[in-house]
């Protein structure tokens, strides 16, 4: 990506968040002093670096890290706070989306105000509206992703295949590959976060390409998720499953099961955010994985991708040791700290001029956020978190056969008029 250009890139961004979240595993948790500094982060793979840089510029600090799966992650984090046992630093998302979301644990004050921190009024407008509460920061989001198909292309050169550039063509691309017996996308949804992947990006076309008012009209009252071209993304993913485009039992699949599939071959690719790409490098080095937009209708420049900011990191409002809390939140919204995430991470930072080069697996998000085709990851601006679980535990009744694409959407509909 051209330097010069990444202001204009971020600012192009209507930044909302989605769960970009990792499985495993866990480090030592513990007391706190004053050199010691407890954290609890979604992001396993690369917040590894970022400490261990952390503590060679802070000689005599340690710090005391957990990482766990963004499911486990959101049913235990408000628990932990709400009884005093949460850690000094803990990842948070953007917006009011789900329970760990920036507006959803700022309101009762359990987020210490980071406004005043020497970064954040350098926040572009779009990614600062998703960290505020009432005018205030409390999240230090440090990098923008993106959602698309990403493609394994020494698998794609074995089968014989190249990706699909129109709805048809993916349909068929599906199941040429289904007849190859290596199933064109993981997916894993035993995480019921994965289960919104895919839809996003469809919705990204569908939705938001012909209505792209679509959130303010919700906000009005004006629309309903039953009454609109969500049902056509829906059916759409049905008809993605119908057609042989995932792997059997999709259900019984973890979102670690589905990466090793992508990374190793057994499956063309996986529709996933641009961090799956560092981790499909992880289990297979040699790899060439590419991300692109998923197709959605038959006109190629009708397609958009969901862009937005990413999961951050706020302060507990209680935490034993703020002053080390702030001095690591300021390290990763630093230069270094920022570029040794989303390098690691294959995304995008949120600040300009860190000197950050993409990696090329970006180079077709790089052009749409640059051409303004994104849209938000859906879920950020919805009134409450409850709307985001219902979609997702629908999802996951109607890959069971237990509900039905318009009883789902029913149910959200229901839960946002409910309202915050």
Same mark, same amino acid.
């Given at each position: ?48 670096? #970022? ?9 005599? #600090? ?6 766990? *799966? ?33 507006? #959803? ?14 970064? @954040? ?29 990403? /493609? ?23 199941? !040429? ?22 839809? /996003? ?21 004006? %629309? ?7 049902? %056509? ?19 019984? %699949?973890?979102?670690?099961?589905? $990466? ?52 951050? /990191?706020? #302060? ?42 993409? !990696? ?35 999802? $996951?009744?109607?890959?069971? *056969? $237990? ?16 309202? @915050?």
């Amino acid at each position: 990506m051209n330097r010069p250009r990444l202001s204009v890139l971020i600012a192009a961004l209507t930044a909302t968040g989605v769960l970009a979240a990792c499985s495993g595993g866990t480090n030592a948790a513990g007391g706190s002093s004053s050199t010691t500094l407890t954290l609890a982060s979604v992001d396993q793979g690369s917040i590894e670096g #970022v400490v261990k840089a952390f503590e060679k510029d802070n000689p005599g #600090v340690d710090v005391r890290f957990t990482t766990s *799966g963004a499911d486990q992650y959101q049913q235990q984090i408000r628990t932990k706070l709400a009884s005093g046992t949460a850690p000094d630093v803990m990842s948070v998302w953007p917006g009011n989306g789900n329970p760990a979301a920036t507006y #959803v644990l700022a309101k009762p004050g359990y987020l210490l105000d980071l406004s005043h921190r020497p970064w @954040a009024d350098r926040l572009p407008a779009a990614v600062k509206t998703v960290s505020e509460y009432q005018g205030k920061t409390y999240n230090a989001v440090f990098g923008l992703n993106g959602i698309g198909a990403v /493609y394994n292309q020494d698998a794609l050169d074995k089968a014989g295949l190249t990706p699909p550039g129109t709805w048809t063509q993916l349909l068929k691309f599906c199941r !040429d590959a289904s007849a190859k017996k290596t199933p064109a996308f993981a997916l894993g949804i035993q995480d019921n976060w994965v289960t919104q992947i895919a839809l /996003y990006a469809l919705v990204a076309t569908t939705v938001y390409g012909p209505a792209p008012d679509f959130d303010k009209k919700m906000q009005a009252g004006q %629309t309903t998720f039953a009454g609109s071209a969500w049902t %056509t993304a829906l059916a759409k993913y049905e008809e993605m499953q119908k057609a042989g485009c995932f792997q059997k039992n999709p259900l019984g %699949t973890s979102y670690e099961a589905s $990466q090793e599939l992508a990374a190793t071959g057994k499956t063309l690719g996986i529709i996933q955010g641009n961090w799956v790409v560092a981790l499909l490098k992880g289990k297979n080095p040699s790899g060439n994985f590419t991300l692109k937009a998923l197709p959605a209708t038959d006109t190629s420049s009708e397609f958009l991708m969901p862009a937005a900011a990413g999961a951050g /990191y706020g #302060v507990n409002a209680k935490a034993k040791n703020k002053d080390l809390a702030l001095k690591f939140v300021d390290f990763v919204m630093s230069p270094e700290g920022m570029n040794l995430f989303v390098k690691k991470q294959g995304g995008l930072p949120a600040l300009p001029d860190t000197g950050f080069t993409a !990696d090329p697996s970006l180079t077709e998000l790089s052009t749409f956020i640059n051409d303004g085709r994104t849209v938000p990851f859906m879920d950020q601006l919805w009134p409450n978190p409850k709307v985001q679980q219902t979609m997702l535990s629908g999802l $996951q009744e109607i890959f069971s *056969g $237990q509900s039905t694409p318009e009883k789902m959407l029913q149910a959200m509909d229901a839960d946002y008029k409910a309202g @915050a």
